[in-house]
T-cell receptor, first 114, second 109 residues
Framework: DSGVTQTPKHLITATGQRVTLRCSPRSGDLSVYWYQQSLDQGLQFLIQYYNGEERAKGNILERFSAQQFPDLHSELNLSSLELGDSALYFCASSVRDRGLGEQYFGPGTRLTVT | EDKVVQSPLSLVVHEGDTVTLNCSYEVTNFRSLLWYKQEKKAPTFLFML????IEKKSGRLSSILDKKELSSILNITATQTGDSAIYLC?????????FGQGTRLTINP
């Protein structure tokens, strides 16, 4: 158990809908990272927050957005869902900013868009 | 574009064999090289390598970084069926973690 929690574990929704994935980092970690893992794309970095501020952006679609709250939990919002958004979404946390230190992954949220 | 390539993509060996997994990277602002093991769900951290030529060991697993060759290897000796997993290598840059596609390792009894 890495200490990173994610909810929900599974989510099944229809195309066009909007969902919110939630992540709580390990105690003491200030950085939160979001990743998408699909069968054909592998693990892809989406976005990073450090102490409430956006710090780095990867391959995140405009339909997706994220934020980190004062209590350091983070939410990833996915809207206008398409079939291709079906994937495993991981959150990871680390103590420091900008990749300075290893990242610990949560159990993931499996999103299925039908 | 930042890129991490792992080889082989898939490997099937017998229990007790020794395996070597390869990772090469081409990224800007390289900081460290990380190895993860992914079984059913989340990747679990194995090693972080920052200095070239210094081997890190954990039980039967060891890894080393070659900054000149922009590569790293992960060795597993005396493999066990519990070592079956996908092994991910990732290059840590100033901004993000760039993952390779993974090596699927299968250990047959």
């Amino acid at each position: 158990d890495s200490g990173v929690t994610q909810t929900p574990k599974h989510l099944i929704t229809a195309t066009g809908q909007r969902v919110t994935l939630r992540c709580s980092p390990r105690s003491g970690d200030l950085s939160v990272y979001w990743y998408q893992q699909s069968l054909d794309q592998g693990l892809q970095f989406l976005i990073q927050y450090y102490n409430g501020e956006e710090r780095a952006k990867g391959n995140i679609l405009e339909r997706f957005s994220a934020q980190q709250f004062p209590d350091l939990h983070s939410e990833l919002n996915l809207s206008s869902l398409e079939l291709g958004d079906s994937a495993l979404y991981f959150c990871a946390s680390s103590v420091r900013d900008r990749g300075l230190g290893e990242q610990y992954f949560g159990p993931g949220t499996r999103l299925t868009v039908t | 574009e930042d890129k991490v390539v792992q080889s082989p993509l898939s490997l099937v060996v017998h229990e007790g064999d020794t395996v070597t997994l390869n990772c090469s990277y081409e990224v800007t602002n390289f900081r460290s090289l990380l190895w993860y093991k992914q079984e059913k769900k989340a990747p679990t951290f194995l090693f972080m390598l920052t200095s070239s030529g210094i081997e890190k060991k954990s039980g039967r697993l060891s890894s080393i970084l070659d900054k000149k060759e922009l590569s790293s290897i992960l060795n597993i000796t005396a493999t066990q069926t519990g070592d079956s997993a996908i092994y991910l290598c990732a290059a840590l840059t100033a901004q993000k973690l760039v993952f390779g596609q993974g090596t699927r390792l299968t250990i047959n009894p």
